[in-house]
């Protein structure tokens, strides 16, 4: 069975006028099913653009990423975007929800953009907010929920469509502690629990702590912690 994430080698440059800035200097990595991965790296290390490749909103330099076997270099743009949309979830520091759709419309929607039934997408969406404790929340809209709930709901999008890999930038920066903790646990149980590989980056070392393993970025390289 193929790895959910694979980067091999993988090379990220960036041109400034007439210099050139190597962020990712062969980057190895591999994420095994239901396997959640810390990546810990102060700002600047090349955190986010690391996180943009594995989810393939970046293209490399050098090397290769594989998601699920696939080496994303060699598909065409239609095939990355699909596998972005059906087998890669993102959750961000800021949820990003819809504003007019309530929870539960929030977390079926990339479900009907994939193509499944309104009343599959909806049910499956109630489950997963039911999961992580929003059962009696689900027709609120965004403004009328808290900062954790929000967070919350995001987290359910992202894992709507049963994505094999999920990818997640400090879910819980934008969060007092006590409110970071009990998302942060509902993210992990509900990761576990359907076997998603997760890449986790966080500068917390105490949420870093409570994954299986932790790695981070030196000089564009990635080490284990």
Known sequence: ????????????????????????????????????????????????????????LEKPDGGAVLIDGRDAG????????????????????????LAEFSAIENVALPQLIAGRGRAVARARAGALLTTLGLGARLDHLPGKLSGGEQQRVAIAR?????????????????LDVATSGVVFAALLDVVR???????IATHNPDLAARMDRRVSLRDGRLVES
């Open 1 to 56: 069975m193929s790895e959910p994430l694979q980067l091999r080698a993988v090379e990220r440059r960036y041109r400034t006028g007439a210099e050139e800035l190597a962020v990712l200097r062969g980057v190895d990595l591999t994420l095994r099913a239901g396997e959640i991965v810390a990546l810990v790296a102060p700002s600047g290390s090349g955190k986010s653009t690391l996180l943009h490749l594995a989810g393939l």
């Open 74 to 97: 060699q598909l065409a743009d239609a095939e990355r975007t699909a596998i972005r949309r059906d087998a890669i979830g993102f959750v961000y520091q800021f949820h990003h929800l």
């Open 158 to 174: 992202a894992l709507a469509n049963a994505p094999k890999l999920l990818l997640a930038d400090e879910p819980t920066g934008n």
């Open 193 to 199: 629990g359907q076997g998603v590989a997760a890449l």
